[in-house]
């Protein structure tokens, strides 16, 4: 998935707490440089985007051999623990990938190196406007990341080109029709059984490792006039617009979850869905066995992989062909941190600053095709040979600047809300199983407990003495087709 993340929990909070360091694991590569220079460990979790890391590490350490970089694949495990495990034993990397939302938790116990003496503003504006912001990758000030990935709609829907083909969906000119309704959806799903007579099936998923449906959800709704996709900061199910939880009363969620279940029932979806995780699901679709599989970006280097490239790509799929929502991204974003008890600090920022640089986001877009470059220049759809990816890099106008409580009042970082039993992803795995019956019922209730968790969060927060409410998270004057106008400096420590 994305090696980024945007606004943090707690982004505006700060301090300065000593830690002590522990022991990693892992499979380290050493490149075969032979310089005699300073050696960096570095930690990510790139699988798919693996050939992009190694060729960057090699063609770094050919412009600079006098620094070795020892990259260690944590593609396993939980890399929050082994981060801990590390700076307790003393071995802590001097480069590593943050995990999600823990930055101002490392900034807070001194585990992270500030970058001022680096991150000039100069340096800053090589990045587009907004991309270092209080609280998200800066705290006190003080830079600590940088974003790495450009935005673009987090989950799309492929289509099987040969599965479609075979079914007889293709336009006049002999390409493949791209749904763009919920019907046709329907209607492609259903001729795509009858004419496989049941051996090829409409719709897949893998649901055996984590809830797939609210991608589903996400990636039908999102574009219907339900703000379902928004930055961090808002609780989910939060309409910014009314700051009410709108799940239930807004029809489009349950209206699709009901066109789900029909799926389900009509025989429409693979029967074995709730058996086998999303990676199994992928090789399926990539064999042939169903039409159409919903997922991320990270998808395709993965069945480039597998050597299977036959495929469409699309995104905010709608009741009707009309676009009356967006995905929404919030400002700046962080991938990697140096640490606080890196020996060489001035190298390990020439490696940080490689990474993050231009030429590098060019070949992460134009070679690896792994998503999108935080540098504009790098997302040139037309310097793209491949035309799913040319199609997913055109997807960066279906994103737009959405609003964001904490860039309006840093203490609703304090509002944590209570995990909800069962969730929105408990509670879509239910309907599909048949354990929950009541669409509507289940995601009123569901709303009603939200809201009360939420008011509970906000009372807690003001009894610590923060001043939050649930103004904070309103915008009422929000228009849902345009991009929202942030009101923060562009860079930190311009005037």
């Known amino acids: 998935m994305s090696e980024s993340r945007h606004l943090s929990r707690r982004g505006f909070l700060a301090g300065a707490l000593a830690t002590s360091a522990l022991a990693a694991c892992g499979t380290s590569e050493k490149s075969a440089s032979s310089g005699k220079g300073a050696e960096l460990t570095h930690w990510d979790q790139m699988v798919s985007q693996e050939p992009w890391i190694k060729k960057e590490i090699e063609l770094f350490q050919a412009a600079r051999p006098d620094i070795v970089v020892k990259r260690t694949q944590q ?8 981060l801990d495990l590390a700076w307790r034993g003393g071995n802590a990397p001097d480069v590593f990938k943050v995990p ?4 101002d938790d490392y ?15 100069e340096w800053q504006k090589t990045f587009p406007a ?55 959806v329907t209607l492609f799903a259903e001729q795509i059984v009858k004419k496989g007579n049941g051996s090829v099936h409409g719709i897949g998923f893998g649901n055996s490792a984590f809830a797939m449906i609210p991608w589903w959800t996400e990636l039908f709704t999102a574009g219907a006039g339900y703000p379902g996709s928004m930055p961090s900061g808002f609780p989910g199910g939060l309409d910014p617009r009314t700051g009410k939880f709108t799940r ?24 074995n869905a709730l058996s086998v995780d999303d990676e199994i699901s992928r090789q399926h679709f990539a064999r042939g066995k169903f039409g159409m599989i919903v997922g991320g970006v990270w998808n395709q280097p993965g069945w480039t992989e597998l050597g299977f490239t036959d495929y469409s790509v699309t995104t905010l799929i709608t009741p009707e062909a009309q676009q009356k929502s967006f995905f929404y991204h919030g400002p700046g974003k962080y991938s990697l941190a140096i640490s606080a008890t890196t020996k060489n600090p001035d190298q390990a920022w020439e490696w940080f600053t490689w990474y993050h640089g231009l030429d590098a986001g060019s070949r992460w877009v134009q070679e690896l095709k ?26 960066a106008k279906l994103i737009l600047p959405g609003p964001s409580p904490a860039l309006r009042n840093p203490a609703t970082a304090n509002v944590v809300p ?25 995601l009123a209730k569901l709303a009603e407990e ?34 929202y106008k942030w009101d923060i400096p562009e860079y930190i420590g311009a005037k």
């Open 75 to 82: 593609a396993s495990g939980d890399l929050e623990k082994l």
């Open 248 to 271: 239930s009363t807004d029809r489009v969620v349950s209206d699709f979850l009901t066109l789900f279940l029909e799926w389900k029932t009509k025989g429409f979806v693979v029967p």
């Open 130 to 184: 907004y991309s270092f912001v209080e609280g998200v990758n800066a705290i006190n000030g003080k830079v600590y990341g940088a974003p790495f990935d450009g935005e673009a709609p987090w989950v799309q829907l492929y289509v099987n080109n040969k599965v479609f083909k075979d079914a007889g969906l293709v336009e006049a000119d002999g390409t493949v029709k791209i749904p763009k309704t919920w019907d046709e």
């Open 370 to 395: 792994g998503g999108l470059s935080s540098h504009p220049e790098a997302n040139d759809p037309s310097k793209i040979d491949f035309a799913p990816f040319a199609a997913y890099v055109g997807m």
């Open 418 to 442: 209570k995990k909800i039993t069962p969730d929105f992803d408990a509670i879509t795995t239910g309907l599909y199983t048949g354990q929950i019956k009541d669409v509507a019922g289940a």
């Open 100 to 103: 999600s939302d823990k930055l």
């Open 450 to 483: 939200q809201e009360r968790v939420f008011t509970e969060a906000l009372d807690k927060a003001r009894k610590k003495g923060h001043k939050v409410s649930l103004d904070d998270y309103v915008f009422a004057d929000w228009d849902l087709t345009k991009p």
């Open 107 to 121: 900034v807070e116990e001194g585990r992270v190196l500030a970058l001022d003496k680096y991150a000039t503003l």
